[in-house]
């Protein structure tokens, strides 16, 4: 299937890992970690790339021009789109509208979309860009959400309840991670239970590990976790709040604030000069707690929705 953008013609071919590298290495903005980031979420398990991924090229020279991904959740009858277009002098050069480049992109892999049930499409999109071209395929916003930056300061209370002690996980906490997180997010706005495998790959990745998960226990049993990640040189770190989950059976006890404290303590401890979290700008008990420890808003995100029937 081709199409035209600004009298550049478009074809678009299944996913290569070559094909990937060189468009990765046409979009000047990005950085050998970022790269590298991005790497890492194409193997995730089951995400089956060669499949749920379209690369669209400049016809006449074969350039990679942008890619879109999509990480079908099957549980729950969800597919999350990701998308990266290539920014450099080439395409200044050939008068490309990286708009239309999206568009073309996100038409194939809509008409090649074969589902038996009906089916929700989400997209995050930073700040404003390309939404028109979300709403004009039929997308709406569902959700805002706010990412939050605290700069390197102590943490305000790392007092623990009355009887909870701090472990850090360790290949053995794999499965209680993996329940726990089931348990604690399961039913909550897109969320996808998750396997061990999808577990264990993600603790594998260049930026987090076992020991940055930290866990609360009660005596045997867990209370919640934060889950951690850092990115950036020695010399200048970033540590990012992925999740944080608190059991049901320990919920409305302040365990959130206790772990994002805990959290905080352990990427200080790394040299983390400043943390980001992202959260959903209506879930005001989170903000709360966030901005009460020193967190405070710095971007907003858009979660684009499309629901397609079977």
């Known amino acids: 299937m081709g199409c035209c953008a600004f009298g550049v013609s478009m074809i678009f071919e299944e996913f290569t890992y070559e094909a990937l590298d060189a468009l990765l290495d046409r979009i000047a903005y990005l950085t050998t970690e970022q790269k590298g980031i991005i790497k890492e979420q194409f193997g995730q398990p089951g995400l089956a790339p060669e499949i749920n991924c379209c690369i669209a090229k400049d016809n006449e020279y074969g ?31 050939i008068n490309l509208d990286k708009e239309k480049t999206l568009q073309g992109m996100l038409d194939d892999c809509l008409n090649k979309l ?14 404003s860009s390309y939404t028109q071209v979300f709403e004009a395929s039929g997308f709406c916003l569902n959700r805002t959400y706010w990412k939050m930056c605290r700069e390197r300061t102590p943490v305000p209370n790392l ?109 200080l401890s790394q040299g983390c000069d400043r943390v980001f979290l992202e959260v959903d700008s209506n879930n005001a008990p989170a903000i709360r707690i966030y901005e009460s420890a020193g967190f405070s808003q710095i971007e907003e995100l858009y979660w684009y929705e499309l629901v397609t029937k079977g």
């Open 63 to 93: 350039l990679p021009l942008g890619c879109l991904l999509m990480s079908r959740e099957e549980a729950i009858s969800r597919i999350i789109l990701d998308f990266w277009i290539a920014d450099d002098e080439y395409l200044e050069a």
């Open 114 to 127: 074969q589902t038996k049930s009906e089916t929700v499409i989400h997209c995050c999109i930073p700040q």
């Open 159 to 267: 007092n623990l309840s009355e009887g909870i002690s701090v472990i850090y996980g360790s290949t053995g906490t794999i499965e209680m991670l993996t329940k726990l997180q089931n348990d604690s997010f399961t039913g909550s706005w897109g969320f996808c239970p998750n396997t061990t495998d999808q577990i264990s790959y993600k603790l594998s990745g260049a930026h987090t590990s076992n020991e940055n998960v930290v866990f609360l226990m009660n005596g045997s049993d867990p209370v919640g976790y934060c889950w951690t990640y850092i990115y950036g040189e020695e010399s200048s770190r970033t540590g990012a709040i992925s999740m944080i989950g608190v059991s049901p059976n320990y919920r409305g006890k302040g365990m959130s604030g206790q772990l994002l404290y805990q959290g905080l303590d352990n990427l």
